[in-house]
């Protein structure tokens, strides 16, 4: 049986140093690095799954510089994305601030064919510095994301490893679910 192929363009957005670039090192080469170079407009990986017998998935990934906030370019970044990761940084309460402007900002400009908002999952990155953490200050995660109308959220580690499969397999089931 011939098999079929999806592509499928996934933002991946957040302020400046959360680790998106990172998180999608992780997930595509399976490496870390401690050193952070931000990113300058938008970066690009591809990831193929294969998602059932029938289905093979093109994930695109767009990683955009958490910069890109206060530009103007977002508009034609977002075109045709079908889902997003919504990233911040466990140990910076700004970043977590932010993701509702982030929020605000894919919710304004993408939209599904049938009008309603793309899946997004949230990321609270960094769990490997839980004790740096701002737990007790964060609202309930799961409170937090169902009002924003997110599919999931996780605490990841793109260092250690944690949940960034979980994550992006979440959004991707989501994404698929939509047809
Ligand atoms: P911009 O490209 O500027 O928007 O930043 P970014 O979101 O792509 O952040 P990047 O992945 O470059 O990571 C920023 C810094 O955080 C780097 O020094 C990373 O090593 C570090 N970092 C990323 N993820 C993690 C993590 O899960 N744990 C820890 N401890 N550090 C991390
Ligand atoms: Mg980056």
Known sequence: ????ERLLKVLVIGDLGVGKTSIIKRYVHQVFSQHYRATIGVDF??????????????????????????????RVYYREAVGAL?????????TFQAI????????????????????????????DQRRHGLCPKLPKLENFSREYGFVGWYETS?????????????????IMSVE
């Open 45 to 74: 990986a591809l990831k193929m799954l294969n998602w059932d017998h029938k289905t093979m998935v093109r994930l695109q990934l767009w990683d955009i510089a958490g910069q890109e906030r206060y530009g103007n370019m977002t």
């Open 86 to 94: 919504l990233v911040f940084d466990m140990t910076r309460l700004s």
């Open 100 to 127: 509702i402007k982030w929020k605000g900002d894919l919710d304004s400009k993408v939209a599904l064919g049938n009008g309603r908002s793309v899946p997004a999952v949230l990321l609270a990155n960094k769990c």
């Open 158 to 174: 793109a260092k250690d490893n944690t949940n960034i499969d979980a994550a992006i397999t979440c959004l991707v089931k989501n």
């Open 1 to 4: 049986m011939q098999q079929q």
